[in-house]
C-alpha cells in the first residue's frame, strides 16, 4: 500500500503565501518524479512544479518566480513554496509522484488527496 500525504492548504489574503507538502509512505522501493497539480472549479487539473529525484525541477509559467518546490529524497518529501499568492491561484492542489513497490516493479503514477488553497481578501 502506498500513499501520498498532504497538508498545508488554507485560506491566505492575496499577495500572502503558504507552505505545501507531501510525503510518502507504504511499501516502497523507489519514488522518481514527484509534483504538484492543480485544478480550479470548472478547470483541468494542470502541473505546477515538477521535481526528479535528481533535483531537476520544471514549472507552469504561471508560476515562475512565485513557486519554489524542494525535496528530501531520504523523507520522500516534497514542499511548494508559494508566495505572492494571487486569486487565480485558488484550486484544489494534489500531490503525484511515480513509485517502484519493489526491485522489479513498473513506476506507477500516485496521488494524493488534494487539499485546497484560497486566495481571497
Known amino acids: 500500500q502506498v500513499q501520498l500525504v498532504e497538508s498545508g492548504g488554507g485560506l491566505v489574503q492575496p499577495g500572502g503565501s503558504l507552505r505545501l507538502s507531501c510525503t510518502a509512505s507504504?511499501?516502497?522501493?523507489?519514488?522518481?518524479?514527484m509534483g504538484w497539480y492543480r485544478q480550479a472549479p470548472g478547470k483541468q487539473r494542470e502541473m505546477v512544479a515538477a521535481?526528479?529525484?535528481?533535483?531537476?525541477?520544471n514549472y507552469a509559467d504561471s508560476v515562475k518566480g512565485r513557486f519554489t518546490i524542494s525535496r528530501d529524497n531520504a523523507k520522500n518529501t516534497i514542499l511548494l513554496q508559494m508566495s505572492s499568492l494571487k486569486p487565480e491561484d485558488t484550486a484544489v492542489y494534489y500531490c503525484?509522484?511515480?513509485?517502484?513497490?519493489?526491485?522489479?516493479?513498473?513506476?506507477?503514477?500516485?496521488w494524493g488527496q488534494g487539499t485546497q488553497v484560497t486566495v481571497s481578501s
Open positions: 507504504g511499501s516502497i522501493f523507489r519514488v522518481y518524479a
Open positions: 521535481i526528479t529525484n535528481g533535483g531537476s525541477t
Open positions: 503525484n509522484a511515480g513509485i517502484a513497490r519493489t526491485y522489479t516493479d513498473t513506476v506507477t503514477n500516485y
